[in-house]
């Protein structure tokens, strides 16, 4: 079984920074791409960033030049610093991995939990 945890969210003003966690477990074989997603109220959810093995990254439009997304392929975690927010980043975070398993080795889509982020104007 592979678990994905975020951690990071919370309460800040505009113009403030966070910083996102989202580290995985369980029986993992490989980890492929990862993306963070995020939806706001009444919103579809929404692709934030992406990042390879390689560390290849991709963002929203909305969100370049001011997050950035980053992992640590020897703890199995993966990152989004947050700067310059606005409160139209308020939304849950959802953490995405194409995981392969140990048990099985097959690649699946794993999610977390998600994790408020809150942008007070």
């Known amino acids: 079984q592979v678990q994905l945890v975020e951690s990071g969210g919370g309460l800040v003003q505009t113009g403030g920074s966070l910083r996102l966690s989202c580290a995985a477990s369980?029986?993992?074989?490989?980890?492929?791409?990862m993306a963070w997603y995020r939806q706001a109220p009444g919103k579809q959810r929404e692709l934030v960033a992406s990042?390879?093995?390689?560390?290849?990254?991709n963002y929203v439009d909305s969100v370049k030049g001011r997050f950035t997304i980053s992992r640590d392929n020897v703890k199995n975690t993966m990152y989004l610093q947050m700067n310059s927010l606005k409160p139209e980043d308020t939304a849950v975070y959802y953490c995405?991995?194409?995981?392969?398993?140990?048990?099985?080795?097959?690649?699946?889509?794993?999610w977390g939990q998600g994790t408020q982020v809150t942008v007070s104007s």
């Open positions: 369980g029986s993992i074989s490989s980890i492929n791409s």
């Open positions: 990042i390879t093995t390689s560390g290849s990254t």
């Open positions: 995405n991995g194409d995981i392969r398993s140990r048990l099985d080795l097959r690649r699946r889509d794993y």
